[in-house]
């Protein structure tokens, strides 16, 4: 049995809940050969986990003291807002043999992928058995639906998912609605903002996403408004990326995930 490698990178004191929370960068192994490293928020008492998925190339550059290259992403940035609802908060990087470019483009839709995710999952449960759920953003809906779809919750898969700014319509990959949705028997919410004008994830075209959601016991689309859109409109500092809105956005998402 391979030990994971932890490194506490600091102890974080919230004074809005009085709360310790831990913050490591944790590696552990997959695949024969291959580690997977991801920056780990833990509050006192979480009540459930969250894997969080960023957009683009799923590159985030987290080394062994929990410093982070890449930081801009929606969920990244958004991660201690997660912590701060209760959640233990794993933010994945790129797999050890993934950490050159294209990164996770092109390979989030493998079973190498599942593997990594799927260790993930096992390594959360063990150490807080609690509910674990995955969380992607833009690109990274691919990764949560995906892995959700090729592994059930009996087999060592999720207990939920949450899909935010979904990629709708993809012409290089399977899109979010064209995957095995059926498959998905665990609870799936679909977070987007009304304005968001990225060419792929067009508010336009959920309403396909959630008829092919019907098998699911339990799903819902929270769409939000407002916040601020700067730059490309597929980046995350646009109405894509939430930006602006971040607290709310990440509050009702707890709440939904915490509702029994």
């Given amino acids: 049995?391979?030990?994971?490698?932890?490194?506490?990178?600091?102890?974080?004191?919230?004074?809005?809940?009085?709360?310790?929370?831990?913050?490591?960068?944790?590696?552990?192994?997959?695949?024969?050969?291959?580690?997977q490293r991801f920056l780990l928020l833990t509050p006192e008492k979480p009540g459930a986990a969250v894997i969080l998925f960023a957009g683009?190339?799923?590159?985030?550059?987290?080394?062994?003291?929990?410093?982070?290259?890449?930081?801009?992403?929606?969920?990244?940035?958004?991660?201690?807002?997660f912590a701060e609802q209760g959640l233990a908060t794993a933010v994945i990087d790129a797999p050890s043999d993934m950490q050159t470019p294209p990164y996770l483009s092109g390979r989030r839709q493998t079973l190498e992928h599942v593997a990594d995710v799927e260790a993930v999952i096992a390594w959360l449960r063990q150490r807080h058995d609690i509910p674990v759920w995955l969380v992607g953003t833009s690109r990274g809906t691919q990764s949560a639906a995906w892995v959700a779809t090729r592994l059930p919750r009996a087999s060592g898969g999720p207990d939920g998912i949450v899909l935010t700014a979904s990629v709708l319509r993809d012409?290089?990959?399977?899109?979010?609605?064209?995957?095995?949705?059926?498959?998905l028997h665990v609870p799936v919410l679909?977070?987007?903002?009304?304005?968001?004008?990225?060419?792929?994830?067009?508010?336009?075209?959920?309403p396909r996403l959630?008829?092919?959601?019907?098998?699911t016991p339990r799903r819902e689309l929270l769409l939000f408004d407002g916040g601020i859109s700067e730059g490309n409109p597929c980046q995350a500092r646009?109405?894509?990326?939430?930006?602006?809105?971040?607290r709310e956005v990440v509050t009702r998402i707890a709440a939904w995930i915490s509702a029994p």
């Fill in 210 to 215: 959630m008829e092919r959601l019907a098998a």
């Fill in 190 to 206: 679909v977070v987007h903002h009304r304005q968001d004008a990225c060419r792929v994830t067009r508010p336009e075209d959920l």
């Fill in 1 to 35: 049995m391979t030990v994971p490698r932890i490194c506490a990178a600091a102890l974080l004191l919230l004074p809005s809940l009085a709360l310790a929370q831990a913050v490591s960068s944790v590696e552990i192994a997959t695949r024969p050969g291959v580690t």
């Fill in 171 to 183: 012409p290089r990959s399977p899109a979010v609605p064209d995957m095995a949705l059926d498959r």
């Fill in 238 to 246: 646009a109405y894509h990326g939430f930006n602006g809105i971040e």
């Fill in 56 to 81: 683009g190339d799923g590159y985030i550059g987290i080394d062994s003291a929990g410093k982070l290259q890449r930081s801009g992403n929606f969920l990244v940035r958004s991660r201690q807002l």
